[in-house]
C-alpha cells in the first residue's frame, strides 16, 4: 500500500487508476522500482484497487433523517460554542469562582470609572459620559463572545489620544469650496459623532481581520519600531497634558462666572507638533496656576507613592487591592467642593452644568458618508493596528499564564463586534489595556463574569452617580493620565537592544520616537507600519540561499574523520568546491521569494559571496555561452581565464517544504539558462511533495534521471566521474545516443522513467 505521508505517490497512483487504468497501476508500481526517489515503494494489487470511494458507500449504512437531524444539531451546537463562548463556560460555571469574580469585578470598576471619566474629556476631548459608555457597552459585548478570561476591555491611554488626534485633524480637511460635510469640530456633538464613526469603522475593521483569519498580522510589526512608537506616545501624553497640570487652561463658566481665569497668550500654529507645544508650555511656566499645580503634584506623588509601596508590600494582599485611583477622585471631589476651589480658578469636570450632556438618544447608528470616511479611513486602519495588536498580546500572556487557549482570529472578532455595538451607544474605540488585565488577574478573575459584572456596575455608576463627580479637578484626571503614560515607558527592550548591539534596531526605535515627538503621533504610526511592512517584503521577496563548502569533522563515537557540508560563512575553515556551486535554499519556493533568485545566483556565481559590493571585481569568471560571451568572460573585461569558472551547480532541496507554479516556471528557466551555458546542474534531497511539480514542469526532463541524488557527496562524486569521462567540460545531459552508467554512488544504474502521459 502506498504510505498515507507521501502525497506524489497517492497522486500517481490515483492519476494512473483514472487514466490508465490498472496496467497504468501497475506500470506505476514497476516505476517505483526504478526510480527510489521519485517513488517510494508501493504495492498496487487487485485487492487495493477495487478498495475504492464506491465500496466504501456500499458499506456504510443508510443515514435516517432522525439521525442525520441529530447529526447536524450536535454540528451547530459545537459550532455556536466556538464563536459565542459564553454558552460554553457558563453552564459549567463553578460558584467556588464567585466570589473572586465578584471582587474582581468591584476592583476593576474602581479603576475603569476614574480612567473612563479621565480619557474622554482630557485625551478625546468629548464628555465625559462617553468615557463610561466607552468602559461599559463594550466590555459587556466582550463578555459574551471573548475567550480571554483577564481580558481589561475599554478605553486605553494610547488610543483614546489617536482618537483624540483624529476628531482635532478633522476640521482640517475642509475643502476651500465649504463643503457642509467638513463643518468645523468644534460642536460637542460633532466630536461624538466623529468619535461614534470612527468606532464604527474600527469595529468593523477589526472584526473582518477575524472574520479572514489574519490574527498572525500582529507578528508583522517590528518590536523595535513599535517600542520606539509607545515611548514617543508616553512623552507626548505627558507634553500634552502639561498645560491642564500646570492651570494654563482657560477657566471658563465656572462659579457662576463667565470667564475668571485666563491667559493672554498667542495661539499655537495650527496643527503643532509635541515638540512645538512642549516649548510653548515652557514658554508660560510663569503663568503657573499655583493651587491647581499643587493638586497635580500631590495627585501624582500619591499615585506613584503607591505603587512603589504594593511593589515593596506584595504579600499583604488587602494592600494589592486598594483602588488608590478611585480614593484620591472621592478625596479631590470632596475637598474641592467643600473649599470651593473652582471658585479659585481651579478647573473642574463639571459635568452637571455641560448641556449637550444632558439627553440620551441612544442607540442609534453612526452616520457614515463617503466624505468623511475617506478622511477618517486611515485614523481607522492606524487604530485598528495598534489596538489589535495590543490587545493579542494580552491575551496571548494570560491564556499562557492560566493554561487556557485564546485564538487570535475569535478576540479579532469580539473585540471587533464590541466596537460596532459600542458605536451604536455613543461609544469610541475600545481594546484592552495591559494594566486593567493585570489589576483583573490580581484581583482573582477566573472567567469572563468578571467582566461581565463590571460593566453591569459601569453602567449603575453612569446612570446614578455621574452627578457626584461634577467637582472632580481636570488636574486629577490629567494626574491618572500621565500616571498610567509612565506605565509605558518601559527601557528593558532598549537595554536588551543595546546589550545585542543590534543597531538596526535601535536605529528604527530612534527614528520613529524622533518622528513622533517632532512630527506627531500620526506620522510616527505611519513610519512604523510602513518601514515594518518594508521591512516584511524585503525579508520575504528574498530567498534564503546558502553556499556550501566542505570540511572535515571527526566522529566522537568511531574517532573517524568524515566529509560534512556546511555554510560557508560558518567557519574559515570550510572548503569551496573547484569549479562548482552547491547551494543550499533554506526555505518553500513561491511567487513572493523566487523573483529575485536569477539574480542572487548570478551574484553567487560572479562574486562568490552575497555580501561583495557589486563595484567590486568579479572573484569568479561565468563559463562562455556557446556562440556567445557570458558575463564576467574576457570579453567583458574579465580576467580572460576559465580558471575557477563555475561549471556545475548543485542545489540542495532539503529544506524546501513546497513549491509553486510561479516559482517552479523560475527554477526552469534557471536550469535553461544553465544548460544553454553548458553547466551541469544536480539537485540533492528532493522532497516528495516536489518531485511532481519538477515532472509536470518540465526541470526533470531537462535536468535528467542521473542528476538526482539524496546526498551532496554523492553528487560531487557523480560529477568527478563525469568530468574524468568528459574532460574539462560538463554537460546538462548525455549526448543523444549516449548510455549513462553512473548512478548516484558511482556505480550500478540510475534510470528515472517519467510517464509518458502526465496531468
Not at 527614528?511 to 525579508?539: C, D, N, P, R, Y
Amino acid at each position: 500500500m502506498a504510505q498515507p505521508d507521501e502525497e506524489v505517490n497517492a497522486e500517481w497512483d490515483t492519476h494512473a487508476s483514472l487514466t490508465l487504468g490498472r496496467a497504468a497501476g501497475r506500470r506505476a508500481a514497476a516505476l517505483a522500482e526504478q526510480a527510489p526517489l521519485l517513488h517510494s515503494e508501493v504495492d498496487i494489487t487487485e485487492e487495493d484497487d477495487s478498495f475504492n470511494q464506491r465500496s466504501i458507500q456500499a458499506r456504510r449504512p443508510p443515514e435516517d433523517s432522525a439521525a442525520k437531524l441529530a447529526r447536524y444539531r450536535r454540528m451547530f451546537s459545537t459550532r455556536l460554542r466556538y464563536y459565542v463562548p459564553i454558552i460554553g463556560w457558563l453552564p459549567k460555571y463553578k460558584l467556588a469562582y464567585l466570589q473572586t469574580d465578584i471582587i474582581a469585578a468591584v476592583t476593576v470598576t474602581f479603576l475603569l470609572v476614574p480612567q473612563g471619566l479621565s480619557y474622554a474629556p482630557q485625551l478625546v476631548d468629548i464628555p465625559a459620559i462617553h468615557g463610561l459608555y466607552t468602559a461599559s457597552i463594550p466590555l459587556l459585548v466582550y463578555a459574551l463572545l471573548g475567550t480571554s478570561r483577564q481580558f481589561g476591555m475599554g478605553p486605553e491611554a494610547l488610543i483614546s489620544i489617536l482618537v483624540g488626534a483624529t476628531i482635532k485633524e478633522f476640521p482640517r480637511a475642509k475643502p476651500k469650496d465649504g463643503d457642509s460635510a467638513f463643518a468645523a469640530a468644534d460642536d460637542v456633538k460633532d466630536k461624538i459623532a466623529i468619535a461614534t464613526m470612527l468606532n464604527l469603522l474600527v469595529g468593523l475593521m477589526t472584526f473582518l481581520l477575524g472574520f479572514f483569519r489574519l490574527g498572525f498580522l500582529d507578528s508583522v510589526l517590528s518590536r523595535a519600531l513599535l517600542r520606539g512608537f509607545i515611548l514617543a506616545v508616553a512623552l507626548v501624553v505627558m507634553i500634552d497634558m502639561s498645560p491642564v497640570l500646570l492651570g494654563l487652561v482657560p477657566v471658563v463658566g465656572q462659579c457662576n462666572s463667565t470667564s475668571t481665569f485666563t491667559v493672554e497668550t498667542p495661539p499655537l500654529a495650527e496643527n503643532p507638533s509635541p515638540a512645538t507645544k512642549l516649548i510653548d508650555t515652557l514658554s508660560k511656566l510663569g503663568q503657573t496656576h499655583a493651587l491647581t499645580a499643587a493638586i497635580s503634584a500631590v495627585s501624582i506623588a500619591f499615585l506613584l507613592g503607591m505603587r512603589v509601596i504594593k511593589q515593596r508590600y506584595q504579600r499583604i494582599r488587602a494592600l494589592q487591592f486598594m483602588p488608590e485611583i478611585l480614593v484620591l477622585v472621592v478625596v479631590s471631589t470632596i475637598i474641592v467642593q467643600t473649599l470651593r476651589w473652582d471658585c479659585k480658578n481651579v478647573a473642574i469636570l463639571g459635568y452637571a452644568k455641560g448641556d449637550a450632556n444632558a439627553t440620551y438618544d441612544y442607540p442609534k447608528i453612526p452616520r457614515l458618508t463617503l466624505t468623511k470616511v475617506r478622511y477618517i479611513l486611515l485614523s481607522a486602519i492606524l487604530i485598528s493596528i495598534i489596538g489589535f495588536v495590543e490587545s493579542i498580546v494580552i491575551a496571548k500572556t494570560y491564556a499562557t499564564k492560566h493554561g487556557y487557549s485564546a485564538s487570535p482570529n475569535r478576540e479579532l472578532v469580539a473585540i471587533g463586534t464590541s466596537n460596532i455595538i459600542g458605536s451604536f451607544f455613543g461609544a469610541y474605540p475600545a481594546f484592552g489595556s495591559l494594566g486593567r488585565s493585570a489589576v483583573n488577574d490580581a484581583a482573582g478573575a477566573k472567567t469572563q463574569l468578571a467582566g461581565l459584572l463590571t460593566g453591569i456596575l459601569v453602567i449603575c455608576v453612569t446612570i446614578w452617580l455621574l452627578p457626584f463627580f461634577e467637582f472632580l479637578p481636570k488636574a486629577v484626571c490629567s494626574s491618572i493620565i500621565v500616571v498610567a503614560a509612565l506605565k509605558l515607558v518601559e527601557l528593558e527592550d532598549v537595554r536588551f537592544i543595546l546589550r545585542l548591539r543590534a543597531w538596526k534596531d535601535l536605529g528604527l526605535l530612534g527614528v520613529t520616537f524622533l518622528t513622533t515627538v517632532f512630527v506627531g503621533i500620526e506620522a510616527g504610526v505611519l513610519l512604523s507600519v510602513g518601514i515594518s511592512l518594508l521591512l516584511v517584503m524585503k525579508h520575504t521577496t528574498k530567498t534564503r540561499v546558502a553556499i556550501l563548502g566542505r570540511t572535515l569533522v571527526v566522529d566522537p563515537r568511531t574517532g573517524q574523520v568524515k566529509t560534512k557540508f556546511r555554510s560557508v560563512t560558518d567557519s574559515s575553515s570550510v572548503e569551496r568546491i573547484e569549479g562548482a556551486l552547491i547551494i543550499r535554499i533554506e526555505e518553500g519556493l513561491f511567487f513572493g521569494n523566487t523573483g529575485q533568485l536569477k539574480d542572487r545566483l548570478k551574484r553567487i556565481e560572479v562574486y562568490g559571496d552575497l555580501k561583495v559590493h557589486p563595484g567590486e571585481e568579479p572573484k569568479r569568471v561565468a563559463v562562455a555561452v556557446a556562440g556567445g560571451d557570458a558575463p564576467g568572460s574576457g570579453a567583458d573585461g574579465g580576467e580572460g581565464s576559465d580558471d575557477g569558472a563555475v561549471r556545475a551547480v548543485i542545489f540542495d532541496f532539503g529544506g524546501v517544504t513546497n513549491i509553486d507554479a510561479s516559482a517552479a516556471q523560475i527554477l526552469l528557466e534557471i536550469v535553461e539558462e544553465y544548460h544553454h551555458r553548458r553547466i551541469t546542474v544536480c539537485f540533492v534531497k528532493l522532497r516528495e511533495r516536489c518531485k511532481l511539480k519538477f515532472l509536470r514542469s518540465g526541470i526533470y526532463d531537462l535536468v535528467g534521471p542521473g542528476h538526482f541524488f539524496r546526498k551532496i557527496r554523492e553528487a560531487i562524486e557523480y560529477l568527478r566521474n563525469h568530468d574524468q569521462l568528459r574532460g574539462d567540460v560538463f554537460y546538462a545531459e548525455a549526448p543523444s545516443g549516449s548510455t549513462d552508467t553512473t548512478n548516484g554512488q558511482g556505480n550500478g544504474r540510475y534510470d528515472w522513467t517519467v510517464p509518458d502521459q502526465r496531468r
